[in-house]
């Protein structure tokens, strides 16, 4: 059974830095297209960074220039470095394929930045 499992969320101040991890399980990373997706509070999902099995990436607009995405091959791991961190980039962060497939979805890991 595929499994996704974030973690590395935390509270920090604006201009801080975060890295995010995601565990993949039965799932080959390096042979999907994966991406981290963002859910805030009374806003829809949507999608953050995007990383191909081709090493292509993509960003979100807002984030491009702070963050990257990355994945561990020998760990089977998709992970999203975050800098320069701001108060709009609170939400609860998940990873999932970049089709975003229902079952995919894992509890997230919540990141929130102050002021």
């Known amino acids: 059974q595929v499994r996704l499992v974030e973690s590395g969320g935390g509270s920090v101040q604006a201009g801080g830095s975060l890295r995010l991890s995601c565990a993949v399980s039965v799932l080959i990373v390096k042979l999907n297209d994966m991406a981290w997706f963002r859910q805030a509070p009374g806003k829809e999902r949507e999608l953050v960074a995007a990383?191909?099995?081709?090493?292509?990436?993509d960003y979100l607009d807002s984030v491009k220039g702070r963050f990257t995405i990355s994945r561990d091959d020998a760990k089977n791991t998709v992970n999203l470095q975050m800098n320069s961190l701001k108060p709009e980039d609170t939400a609860v962060y998940y990873c999932?394929?970049?089709?975003?497939?229902?079952?995919?979805w894992g509890q997230g890991t919540q990141v929130t930045v102050s002021s």
């Open positions: 999932n394929t970049i089709r975003a497939y229902p079952p995919y």
């Open positions: 990383l191909t099995a081709a090493d292509t990436t």
